[in-house]
């Protein structure tokens, strides 16, 4: 029995597999996502273009699509958070993070997915990169003709700011 790909601890032919080979639909955004990612593991090239907004199908790139899923070798996917994609949903959108290796480098790319249901279908429509979180620093930073933080009475440009 071979676990999903998604990550969602169950078996591969009950979790993503039937929503791949059409024998069922995915009932959430989040489902639909899980199972793009096993779309790409399994290299389901037609599966990830029909599961495209139709309106956003004719900026698909097919080729590119099936150089990234064999180029590729998946090793893991972490849902960060979802908002809304439940049945009765129009929207939906997943965080997540898929990790791969690509020409023997880990990659991870993380995406905010957004999501739409059309006539009782989840579609992928668009993603966007999450925006870094903003760091503060615990201290006020040095400037260069402040007095030395070591207490040498010295500037900071004269003393431990000296390079």
């Not at 898929?98 to 023997?104: D, F, H, L, Q, S």
């Not at 480098?105 to 059309?118: D, Q």
């Not at 579609?123 to 260069?144: F, M």
Request: include cysteine.
């Amino acid at each position: 029995m071979q676990p999903c790909h998604c990550g969602s601890d169950r078996p591969f032919a009950e979790c993503c597999a039937p929503f791949i080979n059409g024998t069922e639909i995915p009932p959430t955004a989040e489902a639909l996502m899980r199972s793009r990612y096993s779309g790409y593991v399994e290299r389901a090239v037609d599966y990830l273009g029909d599961t495209l907004h139709p309106e956003h199908r004719a900026d698909w790139d097919r080729d590119a699509t099936q150089r990234w899923a064999e180029g590729a070798e998946w090793l893991g996917l972490q849902i960060v958070d979802t908002d809304a994609g439940q049945a009765g949903d129009a929207e939906g959108w997943v965080e997540f993070i898929a990790t791969y290796k690509e020409g023997g480098n880990l990659k991870r790319h993380h995406e905010r997915s957004r999501f739409e249901s059309k006539d009782g279908r989840w579609y992928y429509v668009d993603g966007e990169l999450p925006k870094p979180e903003t760091k503060r620093n615990a201290t006020p930073k040095v400037g260069r003709n402040d007095p030395c933080p070591c207490g040498s009475g010295k500037k900071y440009k004269k003393c431990c700011g000296a390079a």
